[in-house]
C-alpha cells in the first residue's frame, strides 16, 4: 500500500508530534509512507529514520494552477494508492490534481462548522466531488458533517493518538509565578477567541470570590493585560487573574494547577491543551461542546458543563475546591483515560483500517 500524507509541520515539535507518530506508526505496520511536508520540519529526521519518504515542496495558495501540476506529476509518477490531506491548501490542491486518477482521495477534519453544502466554498475542499472519504478527529464532527455530505462521501471517526511518554515537562514552581501552594489554582490554555469562552470563565471566577485561595491563569494568545486587563478590572479580579499570554511552557504551567478549565462555546474538536492537562493528570471541566464531551467521562474523568454557562462552571468549579479527594480522583482517571482510550496505537490501527477500507471497494 503506498500512501502519501499532505500536511504543514511548520509547527512546534510537541504540535507535530502526535501526527508525525500516526505516520511513523503506519510505516512501522507495512505502509510504504511518503509525507509532503517542509523539509526542517522538526520531525522530519525521526520520519526519515523510520523509511518515509519526506517530500519538500510548500503549498502556499488554497489553490494555485502550479501546485495542482506539480501534484499530478507527482501522483502519477509515484502511483500512490491513497491520498490524505490534512488542511485545506492540501486538500484544494490535491482534489483538482487527482481527478481522473486511480487513487483514493481522503481528508482530515479536525472541528465542526464551517463546512455547509450551501457554502460553494466547502466544494473545493472537503465536499470536493473528487474526495472520497473523510476522517473526522471526534464522532461529534463526523455527525456533524454527516448532515453537510449525506451518502456522497464515506465519514470516519479516529481519535488522534497520544502516548503517555511523550509528555515529560517538568512543573513550574507556583513560586516562580509568584503563588503559593495553598492557593487553589484554575488554568485555561487556549487562544482567546470568542469562541473559546473565556469571558464565561472570567465570569464564573468572578462569583466565586468567597473563595479566598482562588487564582486563575490564563495563558495563550491574547490572554494578556492588553486585551483582557480591563475586562478583568472591571469584574474586581485584579489581584486574582494572572495574564500569561502566549508561553512555549505552558504545558509546565498548567501541571501546577488543580484544575484545568477550555469554556469553549462552539466549534471544537479534541483540544489538544485540555489532552496535555488530562495527561498530566490535572483534574479538567470542559464545556459540552462537540468533541470535549467523548474526551471526559463526566463524573468520572472530569465535568462538564453547557456551554455559555458561567453558571454551571461556577458550580463545577466549586464542587472541585470542596471536594480535592474527588478532584485527585478524576485527575487519575483523566490521565488513564488518555493512556486508555486515546493512544498513538489504536489511531494507526484506526487508521489502517480506514485505508483498506476504502482499498477493498
Not at 69 to 80: E, G, V
Not at 98 to 125: E, K
Not at 254 to 275: F, H, T
Not at 333 to 353: K, M
Request: hydrophobic share 45%.
Amino acid at each position: 500500500m503506498r500512501v502519501l500524507a499532505i500536511t504543514s509541520h511548520a509547527d512546534t515539535l510537541n504540535s507535530v508530534r502526535p501526527e508525525a507518530e500516526l505516520f511513523i506508526g503506519l510505516a512501522n505496520a507495512g505502509v510504504e509512507m511518503s509525507v509532503m511536508t517542509e523539509s526542517d520540519s522538526p520531525y522530519a529526521d525521526n520520519m526519515r529514520a523510520a523509511g518515509i519518504e519526506i517530500l519538500d515542496y510548500d503549498i502556499t495558495k488554497k489553490l494555485a494552477r502550479r501546485s495542482v501540476r506539480a501534484l499530478r506529476q507527482c501522483f502519477k509518477a509515484k502511483r500512490f494508492d491513497i491520498v490524505y490531506a490534512f488542511n485545506n491548501k492540501a486538500i484544494c490542491n490535491a482534489a483538482f490534481a487527482a481527478i481522473g486518477l486511480p487513487l483514493v482521495l481522503l481528508t482530515y477534519r479536525g472541528q465542526t462548522g464551517n463546512i455547509s453544502r450551501s457554502d460553494p466554498g466547502a466544494y473545493l475542499t472537503h465536499l470536493h466531488p473528487r474526495v472520497d472519504g473523510i476522517i473526522c478527529v471526534a464522532k461529534a464532527v463526523e455527525v456533524q458533517l454527516a448532515k453537510e455530505v449525506g451518502s456522497r462521501k464515506t465519514l470516519h471517526t479516529v481519535y488522534k493518538g497520544h502516548d503517555l511518554s511523550w509528555y515529560q515537562d517538568a512543573p513550574t514552581t507556583r513560586s516562580s509565578i509568584g503563588l503559593n501552594d495553598d492557593q487553589f489554582v484554575i488554568g485555561c490554555v487556549a487562544n482567546n477567541r470568542p469562541r473559546k469562552g473565556v469571558r464565561y470563565l472570567l465570569q464564573a471566577c468572578a462569583t466565586l470570590k468567597d473563595i479566598p485561595t482562588l487564582h486563575l491563569l490564563l495563558i495563550g494568545s491574547d490572554m494578556d493585560e492588553r486585551t483582557l486587563g480591563q475586562q478583568v478590572a472591571q469584574l474586581g479580579m485584579t489581584a486574582r487573574v494572572s495574564l500569561l499570554g502566549r508561553r512555549e511552557d505552558a504545558t509546565a504551567l498548567i501541571q501546577c494547577c488543580d484544575v484545568a478549565v477550555l469554556p469553549a462555546i462552539r466549534r471544537e474538536g479534541l483540544p489538544k491543551s485540555v489532552i496535555e492537562a488530562m495527561v498530566y493528570a490535572v483534574a479538567p471541566v470542559v464545556t459540552d461542546t462537540v468533541g470535549y464531551a467523548e474526551l471526559v467521562e463526566v463524573g468520572n474523568s472530569g465535568l462538564v458543563v453547557p456551554p455559555a454557562d458561567a453558571s454551571a462552571l461556577a458550580s463545577a468549579l466549586r464542587r472541585l475546591h470542596d471536594d480535592p479527594e474527588a478532584r485527585a480522583s478524576f485527575a487519575a482517571a483523566a490521565r488513564e483515560r488518555i493512556h486508555r482510550e486515546f493512544n498513538v496505537h489504536q489511531t494507526v490501527a484506526g487508521t489502517l483500517a480506514v485505508f483498506q477500507s476504502h482499498l477493498q471497494k
